[in-house]
């Protein structure tokens, strides 16, 4: 194939190891690299969830949070979507950026999805029924 040799010094690898294997593939050979993208859809997966702390008088879980990575945040839509749970965050600081790129603060995060949360301390009303409730997001 003519321009194999042309193609082969064009194209960004991924790896070392990707370049070694390319460049000594035999040079008659038509090849493309990361030729088209293969979509998928990952089946169902059963995965479990530990929250940090349940609090049985008001049925209400939380989670303590300093880092909300991407991951935590897909994790929680998932189980926010099953409806089954009441789960709220208690983060060291909600005016944290989700990421060094974006506006959104954990803060708007949860507001967005409806999920509530609280800054460094938990509020009395999500330990008790008992207690005067108090205004927290």
């Known amino acids: 194939w003519k321009y194999s040799k042309w193609y082969q010094e064009m194209v960004k690898y991924r790896s070392k190891f990707e370049k070694d294997v390319i460049t000594n593939l035999p040079k008659k050979i038509k090849f ?3 030729y088209k993208r293969l979509s998928y859809v990952q089946p169902a997966i059963l995965r479990s969830y530990l929250p940090d702390l349940y609090f049985p008088n008001t049925n209400i879980f939380v989670e303590l949070k300093g880092r909300f990575t991407t991951a935590d945040r897909k994790k929680h839509l ?3 979507s ?3 749970y009441d789960i709220r965050f208690c983060f060291q ?3 944290v950026k989700i990421n060094k790129n974006s506006k959104t603060t954990y803060a708007d995060w949860c507001k967005k999805f409806k999920i509530k949360f609280c800054d460094k301390e938990i509020p009395k009303g999500w330990m008790t029924k008992w207690w005067k ?3 927290h997001t």
């Open 32 to 34: 493309f690299y990361e």
């Open 78 to 80: 998932y189980l926010k």
């Open 82 to 84: 099953t409806g089954d």
């Open 93 to 95: 600081n909600s005016k």
């Open 133 to 135: 409730v108090e205004k």
